[in-house]
Every structure is written in C-alpha cells, then in structure tokens.
C-alpha cells in the first residue's frame, strides 16, 4: 500500500511540474506589470491544439515543439502587448478583466470552430511506456514533460538573474521609476515581459498535451488553476509558483486515488482557502 501512494505522489509531483510552468507565465506578467491575464489557459490550449496539428500531419515529437512554439508565443505575447495590452497597463482591474476575458472567449470559440467539441490526443510512441525504479513506475511522457518543465523554468531563473535584460525587468519591478529615471524602455521591458508569460504558457501546452487530452474547454479550468497555484505560492514570486504547481499537482493525485477523480478541485480550493487563511501572501510571498 505504500509503494501504491508512493507512486500517485511521484505521479503528483511530475504533473505539477508542468502546472508550475504554466502558472510560472502568469506569475512573471503579475509580478512585472501588475496585469492579470485572464485568458492564461486558453493560450496554454491554442499550444496544445498546435501541437496537436504539428504532431498529425508532420509526426513531430511535443519535446521537439517546445522551443519553436514557446518562440512563437514569445511573439504574439510581444506583439499583443504593444498593439492592446500596453493600453490597459495601469487602469483599473475591471478594464483589464473585460479585455482579456473577451479575448478568451474569442479563442475559445475559434477553437470551437476549427475544432469542434471533440477532445483530441497525441498518441506518441512511448505514451504506455514507463521506467521501473524500485518501488516507483514511472510514465516516460509524464517523465520527459516534468523534467522540460523544470529545465525551462531553471533557464527563466537564469534569464532574469544573469542577462542585462533581466536586470532591467527586476530593476521595473523593485523601482518603476527609478527604472525610467536611469533610461530605461519600460513599455519595451513589459512587451518582453508579457511575450516570456506566453511562452512559458505556450511550452506548458505543447508539455500538457503528453499527458492530456486538448479540448477548447480546458481554457478556463487552466487559468483558474494557473490562479490557484499563484496564490498558494505567492503573487509575483516565481519559486513559489513551482511549489504551488507540485502542491497542486500532489493533492490532485491524492485525492483522485483516495476520495474520487471529481473530487481533485475540491482539494485544491481546499488548499487554496487554507493557505489564504494562514498565510495570506502565499508561501513564498513577501510580507506587505
């Protein structure tokens, strides 16, 4: 019986990995810019269909999709920006929800009609493989799609540790004015910001989609647990999102193998309530 949790915690943490990536997006556009992307999860489907297409017609593998569409999210994020987004930053939080909720809608209704309702798969040739290590079995797709996540998410830490861009956007982040003060292109800085949220949400979709089925109306669900994950771990901070990410991923599992599969949101909102109770700033949130 212990082997049995053992295996749906690593299952967990795998999984969460991959929520950490995409909650990490929404996490670096919030902490930079201080807006809220209300249509986070359905740009992490628009990858999962994407790379769902790519897979069909060409047999590309998701783990070779992951650069080239995170380059391409990176992209729209930059271009959204500076064509609507840029307007928005600043004004008030209802202003931002309105636009970007009708952005989601928008997208979900293309997926809708391109697609239809019907959930698409990527079969991949070692989808029903697993390595056996002791007491673990564990899943090689779910395995190859955590440890990207984790080496994506290590490359944004050092992305905004050691690059002169990186400095420059923590520098916005710390002093806002300071940072324009000293020369800085803040709007050009945000546009950057905003393009690196999408492509971490796009490379989690193009990851997601090796463990999940794509359906337009997964949009919603993915940001509200990109919101979740946040939260627990803290506005703004791009560790705790990580965390957050497993947390969710761990709880997920255990209460999809204990109680019942319908029941793993409950957890999570569980979870969501009492982190906001004894820990309002989220786990590795700063102190205000």
Excluded: W
């Amino acid at each position: 019986m212990f082997s049995l949790y053992l295996n749906v915690i690593s299952q967990g943490i795998l999984t969460g990995l991959i929520y950490g990536l995409m909650a990490l997006g929404l996490s670096v556009i919030f902490g930079v810019m201080r807006v809220v992307n209300f249509a986070h999860g359905e740009f992490a489907v628009v990858a999962m269909y994407a790379t769902f297409l790519v897979f069909r017609y060409y047999g590309l593998d998701p783990l070779l999709m992951i650069l080239p569409l995170a380059g391409l999210f990176f992209v729209v994020g930059y271009a959204l920006h500076v064509t609507m987004v840029d307007r928005f930053v600043g004004r008030a939080e209802h202003e931002q929800f309105i636009l970007l909720v009708g952005l989601a809608i928008i997208m979900v209704n293309g997926l809708l009609m391109i697609f239809g309702p019907d959930a698409r798969a990527v079969n991949l040739p070692y989808g029903l493989d697993s390595y056996l290590v002791g007491p673990l079995i564990i899943p090689k797709a779910r395995l190859y799609a955590a440890v990207a996540a984790l080496v994506l998410a290590c490359g944004l830490f050092v992305f905004l540790r050691y690059t002169r861009t990186g400095t420059a956007i923590r520098a916005c982040v710390d002093n806002l004015v300071g940072a324009g003060v000293v020369g800085l292109n803040v709007k050009r800085l945000y546009a950057i910001t905003f393009g690196i949220g999408l492509a971490c949400v796009g490379a989690a979709g193009t990851l997601m989609v090796m463990i999940a089925d794509a359906e337009p109306s997964l949009g919603s669900a993915y940001t509200l647990l990109a919101f979740i994950i946040v939260i627990i771990g803290g506005l703004g901070s791009m560790t705790g999102a990580l965390v957050g990410g497993v947390l969710i991923g761990v709880s997920e599992a255990l209460a999809g193998f204990v109680i019942a599969p319908s029941m793993k949101s409950m957890f999570s909102f569980a979870l969501l309530a009492a982190i906001l109770v004894l820990r309002p700033q989220g786990l590795m949130g700063r102190q205000t």
